[in-house]
């Protein structure tokens, strides 16, 4: 059974940090892209970030490029988002995805086929 289970959110000031992890199982982990999205109150579903299958290939939201950083372990079907400078408006449910197959990394929801339940992220203003 096809299985992404995030962790690592919560309840954290202005200005600190958050590691989310996704934890994948069931499916070929290593040839897929794998993204971070999120959705606010009141607000759609926006593409966070993305890595490429062989860690070659990287997409950031320009609202969160050079604060969050995406990484992934294939021996471990792991993929992380390390978030920093977290601000109010970084509160959101943050969801982990994989692409269809074959599908490169993108900003793309279309793109993507599997997802999890989502991690509360709630940064207080």
């Known amino acids: 059974q096809e299985q992404l289970v995030e962790s690592g959110g919560g309840l954290v000031q202005p200005g600190g940090s958050l590691r989310l992890s996704c934890a994948a199982s069931g499916f070929s982990f290593a040839y897929y892209a794998m993204g971070w999205f999120r959705q606010a109150p009141g607000k759609e579903r926006e593409a966070v970030s993305c890595?490429?299958?062989?860690?070659?290939?990287?997409y950031y939201s320009d609202s969160v490029k050079g604060r969050f950083t995406i990484s992934r372990d294939n021996a471990k079907n792991m993929v992380y988002l390390q978030m920093n400078s977290l601000k109010p408006e970084d509160t959101a449910v943050y969801y982990c995805?994989?692409?269809?197959?074959?599908?490169?990394?993108?900003?793309?929801?279309?793109?993507?086929?599997?997802w999890g339940q989502g991690t509360q992220v709630a940064v207080p203003s």
């Open positions: 995805a994989s692409t269809h197959p074959l599908f490169y990394c993108s900003g793309v929801e279309a793109d993507f086929g599997l």
């Open positions: 890595i490429s299958d062989g860690h070659d290939a990287t």
